[in-house]
């Protein structure tokens, strides 16, 4: 008698443009969950924990029980929480999530409560090293329907920033300049980080003019974002923050570095800009003083990064409790895979804020097959079983592992920053 134990499970690596790594699960009776489990220029660490440490401790658990999985995976590591062990949970939680809405008949997000509301609005990254590229790449965007803009700017004086595509070259695939991947890959496998330099005080001055710009061209109802990629101290990212008020930002995103929370306090007394941050979270645990202090306004983890489906939604739900709300984080570098899970919980959590989307390539698109779609500025998961998504193993096999690293910053002389 087919159960639904599990019978196999196989750690895929491809790089359709860029580095992916993926779970799949295969029950007895034959169902097959996937789980995204990239963590972007450290792949393979991933890869490893699962093929080595997790993959042999999984076949013949029933792939029904999800949370006794994730509490096995957690706690009997004994060494908990990191990006890459969270990433691997993340994997094995939501390839069963998969299976077990497929095998209940249902889209996932059924099995979240069902729909909360019509589709999850997205925003897209409009950049520019200057702005005209910019507003040209905002209209890009609104006219590919978007409804909500993050922007990023170039800094005079620097020669590439972060979230700033320096040409269609610049890692991006052709004709997708302005959803550049910031992993850069190396020639001959030969991939080193590519260094930039930062400069605070330049940025600081630019920063508030362009968006003086933005909204003068653009308007005050767009939804503006912006990411400070976690480069400040608290006292520059509350002078940041009171610069950014006259222009109504939706958020402005990692302000500081993401480990010392307390930093936001200051923050939070100096300025009233909206808040976000956690993309480079990985459990509930780091959020413990940011969302009972309320000193945020969105929670950013990505499902993949912050141990999947099962503890982004108890992250959600902790946050609820405090009126604060979800912005998971959408790059590129959260596959098809992670994007589909997101897009389940943004259609059922009631504290949904609002979803990152960057695109993926036509080339990613080719190996994972998805079944979400994007329409009047928002996103919507579909109606097929489980998260949607497929992928083609042959299609994978073409797309052989490019090692890349993210880019590391360094200040005037030398000094190592935050990137
Ligand atoms: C960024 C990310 O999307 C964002 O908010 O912070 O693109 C981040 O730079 C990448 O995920 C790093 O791999
Ligand atoms: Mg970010």
New binding site residues.
């Given amino acids: 008698m087919p159960t639904t134990a599990i019978a196999s499970a196989e750690v895929i690596v491809t790089s359709p443009g860029r580095n992916f790594v993926t779970l799949q699960i295969t029950t007895d009776d034959g169902v097959v969950g996937l789980g995204d489990a990239t963590l ?2 450290r792949e393979l660490a991933v890869a490893v924990y699962l093929a080595d440490h997790v993959i042999p401790l999984l076949k013949g658990r029933d792939a029904m029980d999800i949370e006794d999985t994730w509490q096995y995976l957690y706690r009997g590591a004994y060494w908990r929480r990191g990006p890459v062990t969270m990433a691997a949970i993340a994997a094995v939680d939501m390839a069963l999530w998969d299976i077990k809405a497929k095998v209940a008949e249902l889209p996932l997000y059924q099995l979240l409560g069902g729909r909360s509301r019509t589709g999850a609005l997205a925003y897209a ?1 409009a950049s520019g090293r200057d702005t005209e590229e910019l507003f040209d790449s905002i209209r890009e965007h609104l006219d590919l329907g978007y409804r909500a803009i993050r922007v990023q700017t170039g800094v005079p004086g620097l020669d590439s920033v ?2 700033v595509a320096a040409s269609a070259g610049d890692g991006a695939e052709e004709g997708d300049r302005y959803d550049y991947e ?2 850069r890959r190396g020639a001959g496998g030969r991939a080193r980080p590519v260094e930039e330099t930062w400069d605070t005080r330049a940025y600081l001055r630019h920063v508030p003019s362009v968006f003086e710009a933005v909204r003068s061209e653009f308007g005050a109802e767009l939804p503006l974002l912006h ?1 400070a ?1 976690h480069r400040l101290t608290p006292r520059e990212a509350a002078q940041l923050g009171r610069s950014l008020e006259p222009y109504d930002l939706f958020w402005l ?2 302000c500081t570095p993401a480990e010392d929370p307390t930093a936001l306090r200051y923050v939070r007394d100096h300025t009233t800009v909206p808040l976000a941050i956690g ?1 480079v979270f990985n459990s509930i645990h780091d959020y413990q003083t940011l969302i009972t202090e309320r000193l945020v306004d969105y929670v950013r983890s990505a499902v993949t990064h912050t141990g999947g489906i099962t503890h982004l939604k108890k992250l959600a739900d902790f946050a609820a409790i405090y009126g604060i709300k979800t912005g998971f ?3 590129t ?1 959260v596959s098809p895979v992670g994007q589909a899970a997101h897009l389940h919980l943004d259609l059922a959590l009631h504290n949904f804020g609002i979803q ?1 989307h ?1 695109r993926h390539s036509e080339a990613t698109l080719e190996v994972f097959r998805t079944s979400f779609r994007f329409e009047d500025g928002r996103l919507h998961p579909g109606e097929r079983m489980g998260l949607g998504v497929e992928i083609d193993r042959d299609a994978a096999r073409e797309h052989a592992y490019d090692p890349a690293y ?1 880019p590391v910053n360094r200040l005037a002389d030398g000094t190592v920053h935050d990137w």
């Fill in positions: 972007n220029g990254h972060y979230g910031p992993a990411d990629h995103e990692d993309e984080h959408g790059p570098d990152e960057m993210l």
